[in-house]
């Protein structure tokens, strides 16, 4: 695999189900992000990693939980979400903060369904 | 944070015709401002981009103008194909990461 993956492509889940989404970067990149992309609001930040560390936290519910082991791991782990929390989650490296003027490499997305 | 507007939101054209979408910032600190070409179903791609020390910057058919005063920063395509059809996101960075645009939907029609 090149570039950045995430698994799984779609998840379907419970409003009391925990479930995990995991995203990897082969680009030796040192920071990771996390997006949640709907129609009302399109490519929404949610968590910010530079090296491991989270760096931005975009007032994102507590039921959002992002995990970052290492610098070619994300995880965001979910629990009690809500229908409204139904979008698709992108995951996004870049060779440095792109608040830097790093272009951002995204992932192919988790299309995440809350019954 | 800091906002970026996008317009239009929808943009329809004919096959060879230019197609212009405009973004503003709000973040005098940007200096830096890529768009994204996101096609149905697939992952935002970067298409171009441009940093502030230039005021327009052309790939092809694709070109950006930056007006830093104005803060506003525009993205045109000449010679409109059907596979420039797509979402089109404008970003200009902004504290750690960057901040998108809420997308222009563009159809080109044969």
Redesign the interface.
Known sequence: ETG?TQTPRHLVMGMTNKKSLKCEQHLGHNAM?WYKQSAK???E?MF?Y?LEER??N?SVPSRFSPECPNSSHLFLHLHTLQPEDSALY?CASSQE?????Y???????TRLTVT | ?ENVEQHPSTLSVQEGDSAVIKCTYSDSAS??F?W?KQELG?????II?I?SNVGEKKDQRIAVTLNKTAKHFSLHITETQPEDSA?Y?CAA????????G??TSLLVTP
């Open positions: 950045v992000y609001k399109p490519l930040l910010v530079s760096v931005e975009n992108l903060l792109a608040g830097a003027s272009e951002q490499y995204f992932g192919p997305g | 944070g200096n830096y890529p994204y697939k992952r935002p791609q970067l981009d940093r979402v996101f960075n902004s504290g750690y990461a960057l901040n998108f809420k997308g």
